[in-house]
Structure formats: C-alpha cells, structure tokens
C-alpha cells in the first residue's frame, strides 16, 4: 500500500475562500438580470469577487499539493518530484512488490500483435515483442511449460495461475505464448480451431515428443499426397484427423457386403487416432509408407467399386426377371457365384460379360412376347375391321373403341441396353406379357361388342349356359332348350351377340 499525507494547517483558509466564492455565487442567482446601471456594476463586483475566490481556491490546492507527502507502506517517502510524479512512483512500487515476475518476463507493449500473428500462423510471432529466439526459451513460456509438468491444463488453469500475483501477465501474453507454443508443437491441444474464445476451455498438455523440420515435411507431403492442403505455418497435426478419416472412408467404400471383399480391419487406424499430438504424428511418420500404399491401393479400388457396383444392381434386377429356363440357369448359378465369393473387383471383370449375356436372353425372350402379342392383333384387327358393324362406324367412334379397348397401338420390337430393358421388365414382366397375349382376343371381343351396340341399339348379348353333359339325351335336351331362347330373344332384338 501507499498514503498519501495531506497536511491540514491550510484548513481555515480555503474554507474561507469556499465560503466567499458560494456567497458570490448566490448573491449573483439571487439578484438575476440588472436593468439599472447601479445594479449591473454591483452584478460585476460580485463575479468578480467569485473569480478572485476561485483563483485563490486553485492557489491553495496547488500550495496543499506541493506540501502533500507520498509514503510506502513501512514508512519510506517517495520523492520523485511532484504530487503527481511521486503517485506514479509509489504505484509503480506497489506494482513492483506485487507483480516481481512481471517486468523482467512480461513487460513488453505489442503482446497483442504478437497474439495476432501467432494466430495466423506465423513461426516468428515473438518478433513483435522483439524476441528471437526459440519460442519455448522465452521467460514467459519457460513459466508456463513449468506450471504445465507433465499434467493436461486448461487455458482457464493458465491463465488464472499467470494473470495474479506475482506475475500479473496481460492475457494477450499467455495466449500468444500458448498459441506460439502449439505452432511449434511444442504442447498439444484437442481445440482443433484454436482461437481467444476457445482458449480457455482449451485444454493443453506438454509435449514429450518432438518433431524435426525434416519430420514435418515428410508427414506434410504424406498428407498432400492423400489430397489433403497443410499449409507450411500451420499446425500439422489437425490435418491428421482428416487424413485418417479418409483412410476410414476408402476402407468403407472397397469392403463390406457382398459381392465387394470382406470388412478391412481398420484397428491400426483407430490406435493412430488414440494417440495425441506429436505421438500420433510420430506413429503416422514411422508407417508412412505403408500407409501411403494402402491409400493408393483403396483409392483406385474405390473408383473401380463406384463403376462395378451399379453395373452389379442391375445384373441383379434382370436376375430377378429371368424366367426359370435352362438357358438362363447357368447365368443365375454365375452371378451367385460373384456374390458368394465376393468377386466384386476380380481382374478381369466378371460382371459385364454376365450382364451382356442376360441382357441379350432377356431381350429375346421379351421381343419374342411381343412378336406374339403382335402376330395375334394383327389377326384379330383384320377380323374386326372387316366386321360389318365395324364397318358402320364413323373414324371418331371407331378411335375411340380402340382406345378404351388399349388397342390403338402394338409394341414396338427394338434393341435395348439393359438400363432400358429393365425399365421396359419394371414396367411390364414378362409374366405380364402373357398375360396380355392371353388377354388380346376378350379386349377384340369387347371391341366387337361395343361396335354392334353403336351400329345396331337393339342387338341383345346372349352368353351361353354352362352344362355338363354326359350322354346324347342331353345334347338334345341342351340344344332344343338354346334354340328356344334365341328365338324368344330375337324377337325381341334385330340382332344377337354370342358371348
């Protein structure tokens, strides 16, 4: 502490002069604005007065200052020259005793430049406080290494160990070091975007492995390599984590479920991952070339699986409408067999020659569908064109019968790639297909039915009874009582349609 003794023997004088100045000042309030001469002249002797009072005030508290004695605490007076001259002294005294390891480590004015550039990388960040030198040699990163041992500290341990007594180091100080520390990976961190926010929940640790600059280069090209960008004034190991992310990702994509290779065990990956700072980097160094070989090896894989992989599907979705005929056995029992035996990457490539010969069976089985479906519409649009009733109607009734009968066009037989054959099966199986052919003659019937009602209005349907019959009494019986129904029927109608 410091005191400041004011000697009071002044006392009554300046009381005195306060005294004068207020009642100046209230006689002046009191009287407000003049409007005679007399009035004003007194007005004049009163600020006056005030002025005179006020100077002597000011005179006085100059005379107070000058006599004012500085001491230390202990008693020691400070006599550096005036009031003001000898407060600063005595603060900086204070600030001496209570702050020792301040100016000798930390009393520099650019900390904040410093923190700025070491922010952005840059290896030379002391420089702004006119340091040179390695960063960890530097007074105020020797304490804070010290205080670290060998234990994990927050930024928040950090700072509040460094910021009171005795050292009273300006924040930007400690995180400047803190950051210049981690650039030379010097201590670690798991803050991958290190920054003033997230210092203090930052937690640090020393590191007890070091780096060369030739380690650094040999891991930095490792990296690139991997098409990863590390900058030379970064920090290199947050870039280990995408790098190893990557090696988890090809290890995905060219292993797993048949017809690809069984799982890569990425368990030396995960044990790189286990390891902080310079320890994993050190181990990513000592199996650089292994590592090296086998993102080589999985990225051309990966790039071969994403080309093998649809063309696998779609073997699979023809498997899948391939009718069970002993032509298309031998290319189920082949396609299993990539399957089962997780032939996806063989050399040579197993799949497309499958996916041609399935593709050429399917196709032919398919066009022969519709050459079939196209015979018999042929046949059966020729009978009803000659129809007699057809024949009657006008072109707009005949479109429209056509149309709600689905017989306005036939299929059209072309050659297809197998993306455009298995549209055509998704859309139409060949199961389907049968059944369409099968379904051709009822839909020219119906045609037939619905022309004849248009032509004809008074035409009546007469669908035939189903009878089991067993001997010829019964064909007899069968054929008088449909000849007595037709008759009654026709008299009734122009015209009957059989069913």
Not at 455 to 464: G, I, V
Request: hydrophobic share 40%; proline share 4%.
């Amino acid at each position: 502490m410091a005191y400041a003794f004011v000697k009071k023997f002044r006392d009554p004088e300046i009381r005195t002069e306060i005294i004068k100045f207020l009642a100046a000042g209230f006689a002046i309030n009191e009287r407000g604005l003049q409007s005679t001469p007399e009035g004003e002249q007194a007005k004049r002797s009163m600020e006056t007065r005030q002025s005179q009072a006020k100077a002597a005030i000011q005179d006085l508290i100059e005379k107070i200052c000058d006599e004012t004695i500085v001491f230390l605490a202990g008693g020691n007076k400070v006599q550096s020259g005036n009031l003001k001259d000898n407060i600063q002294e005595a603060l900086n005294s204070i600030a001496d005793r209570q702050f020792p390891d301040f100016k000798s480590k930390a009393d520099y004015l650019n900390w904040g430049q410093a923190l700025t550039r070491a922010l952005a990388g840059n290896p030379d960040a002391l420089n702004a406080i006119n340091y040179i030198g390695d960063v960890d040699k530097h007074p105020v990163a020797s304490e804070i290494l010290r205080f670290m041992g060998n234990a994990a500290k927050t930024g928040r341990d950090i700072r509040n160990q460094f910021m009171k007594a005795p050292y009273g180091w300006p924040q930007d100080a400690i995180d400047a070091i803190l950051v210049a520390l981690r650039n030379a990976a010097l201590i670690s961190t798991t803050e991958t975007n290190l920054n003033v926010a997230r210092i203090n929940q930052a937690t640090f640790k020393k590191e007890v492995h070091t780096l060369t600059a030739r380690n650094k280069i040999d891991i930095r090209s490792l990296f690139q390599n991997g098409g990863i960008t590390c900058p030379p004034n970064h920090e290199i190991f947050p870039y280990s984590n995408e790098y190893l992310d990557k090696l988890k990702t090809l290890a995905a994509q060219v292993s797993g479920d048949a017809p690809r290779p069984e799982h890569i065990n990425i368990d030396f990956i995960k044990e790189i991952e286990n390891k902080e700072g310079n320890e994993r980097l050190l181990d990513i160094l000592q199996q650089k070339d292994d590592l090296h070989t086998k993102f080589l090896d999985w990225s051309v894989k990966a790039k071969l699986v994403s080309v093998r992989e649809p063309l696998w599907t779609l073997l699979v979705d023809l498997n899948n409408h391939a009718p069970d005929e002993p032509e298309m056995e031998q290319l189920k029992i082949e396609t299993s067999a990539i399957r089962d035996n997780r032939l996806l990457l063989q050399e040579p490539d197993l799949i497309r020659p499958i996916l041609t010969a399935i593709t050429d069976k399917l196709l032919a089985i398919l066009n022969k569908r519709k050459k079939q479906y196209n015979e018999l519409y042929d046949l059966r649009m020729t009978d009803l064109q000659a129809n007699e009733y057809f024949k009657k109607l006008a072109p707009e009734q005949k479109h429209s019968i056509l149309a709600k009968h689905q017989l306005l066009v036939k299929p059209e037989i072309k050659s297809l790639d197998a993306y455009a054959l298995l549209n055509q099966l998704q859309k139409a199986s060949l199961y389907t297909w049968d059944t369409k052919i099968a379904a051709l003659p009822g839909q020219f019937q119906s045609a037939l039915e619905d022309a004849i009602l248009l032509s004809a209005p008074q035409a009546k349907t007469y669908s035939l009874p189903r009878k089991t019959i067993t001997n010829q009494a019964e064909i007899d019986s069968y054929v008088a009582e449909l000849k007595t129904e037709l008759e009654t029927l026709l008299k009734e109608s122009s015209s009957i349609i059989l069913k």
